[in-house]
């Protein structure tokens, strides 16, 4: 069966500091998809980012970025700089391949609150 | 707009109840997911379709749920005889089948509460 673990409920930070959101996951399968996605107040969930498998290479975007290690299951994100605007819940989600698989299996998210 | 859209945004009901809510993917996406998202919790999926074909139903889909997308277009999602521990985000997303992973676009979500 697949899981996915967020183990931290509630991060505070302060505007400029740097945060990691872990993500530890579970899956028997050699092929599959790991995704972030953003859940601001308004509750609509924004895709930030997937990942598949067999590309372990860490992806920068702008203040975001992403560490996958498969030796550990683990997809970390990072914000640099944090702003207020990024204060929301953070899931992340794993899913099989397509094309047969391809509903989400989603973390209890991480709700991110930075202050000014 | 030509994203996810779902009606209603909020629902209040009594306990027995029936209730029936909508979602309208993306014109062409072929797949249309339902999930559900309770409070402190990330979203579970209920079941998707291929077009009008529904493929996978998840457990947590008791047989008070129904859902159905008869064109293969809109999608419903019937609760009937509503219990309180049905009160949730219920969300919906879509996307394209095919070999590569298309990303899922997600709805608003109805949130549904049962007094």
């Known amino acids: 069966a697949q899981k996915v673990t967020q183990a931290q409920t509630e991060i505070s930070v302060v505007e400029k500091e740097d945060v990691t959101l872990d993500c530890v996951y579970e899956t028997r399968d050699t092929t599959y998809y790991l995704f972030w996605y953003k859940q601001p107040p308004s509750g609509e969930l924004v895709f930030l980012i997937r990942r598949n498998s067999f590309d372990e290479q860490n992806e920068i975007s702008g203040r975001y970025s992403w560490n996958f290690q498969k030796s550990t299951s683990s997809f970390n994100f990072t914000i640099t700089a944090s702003q207020v605007v990024d204060s929301a819940v953070y899931f992340c989600?794993?899913?099989?391949?397509?094309?047969?698989?391809?509903?989400?299996?989603f973390g209890a998210g991480t709700i991110l609150r930075v202050k000014s | 707009d030509t994203g996810v859209s779902q009606d209603p945004r909020h629902k209040i009901t009594k306990r027995g109840q029936n209730v029936t809510f909508r979602c309208d993917p993306i014109s062409e996406h072929n797949r249309l997911y339902w999930y559900r998202q309770t409070l402190g919790q990330g979203p579970e999926f209920l079941t998707y379709f291929q077009n009008e074909a529904q493929l996978e139903k998840s457990r947590l889909l008791s047989d008070r749920f129904s859902a159905e997308r008869p064109k293969g277009s809109f999608s419903t999602l019937e609760i009937q005889r509503t219990e309180q521990g049905d009160s949730a985000m219920y969300l919906c997303?879509?996307?394209?089948?095919?070999?590569?992973?298309?990303?899922?676009?997600f709805g608003p979500g109805t949130r549904l509460t049962v007094l």
């Open positions: 989600a794993l899913s099989e391949a397509p094309p047969d698989g391809n509903k989400l299996v």
């Open positions: 997303a879509s996307d394209n089948a095919g070999t590569a992973y298309n990303e899922q676009f």
